[in-house]
């Protein structure tokens, strides 16, 4: 482990831990992409996405544009949560507008013997592009480390790419649990050794995304992706905070604030005071909805400060309830984060 | 109007009114589709699915199929929520395996001289299905009347098609908000009259399908989807049972139950006391989870029981959270239908 830089600005950590702050932090997912015509240049040079995500000097430097032009309390490692099925032997392609797509899924057990735990060494691109981030951002804000959710990964592992249902992910559960639960393990297992790689390299907080949790019956939740989260959370969060962002899944908001973790991510739908209390004593991340930065200039400000009054300036990290969406324009998205800035709290 | 057949089974009426019932009702959303071979059988030696839509006689053929295969407690006119934009000028296609299409969308005021209010007239072939129906049922079950909600359709109209974000629809209601309220209103006149021609032909009970609230924060929801639904509900409410079902805008149940109807309908990641809270005095309508169909037998008796037990026997008709999906054994659905009518509640 190296010796850190001590950072600059470190509200984000601050904020994670539930001490106060002298304003409210604030970063964006996703704010390391398509909004910004210098990522876009970037990008544009490559044969694709993932020339981008396995090219460490690359990826630092899309990492660290949004410190740079948008002003964030935070930057986020330019990756994507599918280098894990990728390194654990299912390559993904990403296609353009479309989204991922797997050539290969697992359908039967006889399909395991496709998977392998992932080497950590076979995403040391990923540790790299930490490393030089780090280097390069000199102390100036935290960086965020992340993985996918178990059960998220899951669903791309056996649906083979995005799905409004994702019924052939839920169809394994139904049919062959044990099946259903082997793979978990693995991917639980090569997730963990990710994150210690990530923060070995050097991270400050990790950020956990089960995109597609809200699919879940909540008692499927509390058997098929709360365990393996948990199982994360364990292992990362006695070395940094550690950020849960299970996405729609708001019923199940209550059994993820019992597990190890310090911040608990809000999508755009649900009611602050709902969050605040399933969620305890955590602090929450969210939850302006991303198309309010589609509107002009005066509403973004009136939106933000609604939803930061609604979250009362306490054990807040600012953000959007979903990743930032790529036709946004980046002018929006300095309003919205000027406005968290600058902001001042009603007292009651 | 016409002289009504009476009903040999009404228990769907009794349990929308609120009125105690010797036992729990039950049907599916979707149970006249692609789950029968019998279904399959007719639409395939057809040139599509709007061939079907629009041939009274085969869609009244595969309404009934449920009722005589899987001894439902109601049909539900075999028709498409789309049928509405269709009307209104903007026609859509589906496409297998993707879903539907629209070759000319709304995106800015310009486009509204596309759009008309809908002529009754065009739906002809909707009501005379509903005839057909009618006269073949011969009183056994109730038909349900269907429309989607003004929201949900406008998302379609603008974005085109599907979409997990419908981002464009939601932009804009950013940035165009008058230019959406003027869709949402002709939309709304278009369907009023529409659910008119179904009550005349006869249809027992109307169910409106708001399939997209759940992208809306739940202001959003008050302004853009709420209203017009409420408008719907007044014009039908008078006439028939009303069953509104915003699939996933679950913080807004308490708004949508300040509304003229009888049901709310329930997706199945909502907890069941949750909703009690927030629909008051409401019947639900609802929400085993859909991939629990594709669970071995016993496993499905055990999830329907559950679910039953949840709803306590009372104001409860007994549905899926989501329309059955497509790959589901009618054996699995008949083991469903058989559990809610031979299940004997648990009295605390």
Redesign the interface.
Same mark, same amino acid.
């Given at each position: 482990m190296k010796k850190m830089t001590p950072l600059k600005n470190d509200l984000l950590l601050r904020a994670a831990r539930g001490l106060k702050t002298e304003r409210t932090p604030v970063w964006l997912m996703r704010q390391a992409g398509r909004i910004l015509p210098e990522y876009r240049a970037i990008r544009n040079s490559l044969s694709g996405f993932k020339e981008l995500v396995e090219t460490p000097q690359l990826a630092a430097e899309v990492t660290i544009q949004p410190v740079d032009i948008l002003d964030v309390d935070a930057a986020i490692i330019f990756s994507d949560i599918l280098v894990i099925p990728d390194a654990m032997g299912l390559p993904y392609e990403m296609v353009e507008k479309v989204g991922p797509y797997f050539p290969q899924t697992i359908k039967a057990e006889s399909d395991l013997k496709k998977l392998r735990i992932a080497d950590p060494g076979d995403l040391s691109y990923v540790y790299e592009a930490i490393a030089i981030t780090l280097r390069e951002l000199d102390g100036r804000v935290p960086l965020i480390g992340f993985a996918g959710a178990p059960f998220t990964l899951f669903c791309y592992m056996v649906e083979g790419g995005?799905s409004? $249902?994702f019924?052939k992910a839920?169809?394994m559960?139904?049919?062959n649990p044990d099946l259903a639960h082997r793979i978990l393990d693995m991917v639980t297992v090569s997730t963990i050794a990710y994150l210690h790689g990530q923060v070995d390299a050097g991270v400050h907080l990790v950020q956990v995304f089960d995109s597609w949790a =809200?699919?879940?019956?909540?008692s499927?939740y509390a058997e098929f992706s709360l365990p393996y989260t948990r199982r994360i959370a364990e292992a990362i969060h006695p070395r940094v905070p550690v950020t849960l962002f299970a996405k729609? =899944?708001?019923?199940s908001i209550g059994d993820l604030a019992t597990l190890p973790c310090d911040t608990i991510g809000l999508d755009? $739908?649900?009611?602050v005071e709902?969050a605040r209390s399933q969620a305890m004593n955590k602090t929450l991340q969210g939850n302006l909805?991303?198309?309010?930065l589609?509107?002009?200039g005066k509403?973004i400000v009136k939106k933000t400060r609604e939803m930061l009054q609604a979250f009362g300036g306490h054990k807040h990290i600012a953000n959007l309830g979903?990743g930032v969406?790529p036709?946004t324009d980046p002018e929006a998205v300095k309003i919205f984060v000027n406005t968290v800035k600058e902001f001042e709290y009603e007292h009651a």
């Open positions: 995005g409004k $249902t019924s839920r169809k559960i139904a049919q =809200a699919v879940l019956h909540r499927d729609g =899944a708001n019923f755009w $739908t649900v009611p709902f909805d991303p198309t309010a589609y509107a002009p509403e979903h969406y036709d």
